[in-house]
């Protein structure tokens, strides 16, 4: 029988709510142009809301996956880092968070820190590049389109393959890095990935659970299969009360 080459279980956890997911909200609900430009987007924290989310999550996780972790990846960025050791603690034996720059957020270069209103406002010529180039293939000045994120979501799946086969591994990230592994695994085209995004209703969650498993009849020698898309552990009333929708993702 050939030897597995996929990870076991791979398990993606997005950041819990970040103190910029709550300046964007304010700032699109009061039609301003900017938000959060008082510190770097990799150095912005968790809510005292998010802290509880990924607490809480930590904590419900053996329950609702039956199994420990192995290894676990996290984006350098401080918010994923905090949201990783937190749900971590609630794993039993200690797990090493490995940083991985390959699952850090989308990068938005000139449009960092701006409202749908502020770029209209500041950068016309780029919302009309990218009303042209529609979301997934539009790349900021500065920039990252959705084909970029994916190459760099390839080389970190090819890197589980040499060194996770059959093992159990967590990976804390950021909402566009999930659909974005949604796109790879699942095989999506440019519409089946954009009806995902443009649906509140599948945004990736702060918090949110999403669950691969492999399985070895799927395919030709077994691949990773969905489970579960966007489970929600924590309890309800700690979701934001804010405008729903809080993803750093323009």
């Not at 996780?61 to 350098?76: E, M, N, T, V, Y």
């Not at 918010?79 to 490995?98: D, E, F, I, S």
């Not at 890197?159 to 909402?175: D, F, K, Y």
């Not at 929600?232 to 979701?239: A, I, R, W």
Request: aromatic residues 8%; hydrophobic residues 30%; contains cysteine.
């Amino acid at each position: 029988m050939e030897e597995q080459k996929w990870v076991s279980n791979l398990v993606l956890v997005r950041h819990g709510e970040s103190e910029r997911n709550i300046a964007k909200a304010k700032a699109e609900a009061e039609k301003s142009e900017t938000y959060g430009h008082d510190k770097r987007d990799m150095d912005v924290e968790l809510t005292k809301r998010g802290q509880r989310q990924a607490t809480q999550t930590g904590e419900r996780l053996p329950q609702h996956l039956k199994f420990a972790f192995d290894r676990a990846f996290a984006s350098p960025y401080r918010r994923t880092l905090q949201t990783a050791g937190m749900a971590l603690a609630g794993q039993g034996a200690p797990v090493k968070t490995v940083l991985e720059e390959r699952v850090r957020e989308k990068e938005f270069g000139v449009l960092d820190g701006l409202t749908k209103h502020g770029i209209k406002r500041r950068y016309p010529h780029e919302a009309e590049r990218k009303q042209r180039d529609g979301k997934y293939y539009y790349r900021p000045l500065g920039g990252e389109r959705y084909p970029d994120v994916n190459q760099r979501g390839h080389a970190f799946l090819g890197m589980l393959i040499r060194e996770c086969p059959a093992q159990n591994v967590l990976v804390v990230c950021h909402s566009v890095i999930v659909l974005s592994f949604r796109h790879l695994l699942e095989r999506l085209s440019e519409t089946g990935l954009l009806e995902i995004d443009g649906d509140p209703k599948q945004e990736p969650k702060n918090c949110g659970v999403t669950w691969y498993a492999f399985d070895p009849r799927a395919g030709d020698r077994g691949k990773l299969v969905l489970k579960s898309y966007n489970v929600t552990l924590y309890d309800e009333d700690l979701v934001s009360d804010e405008p729903s929708r809080t993803s750093e993702a323009e």
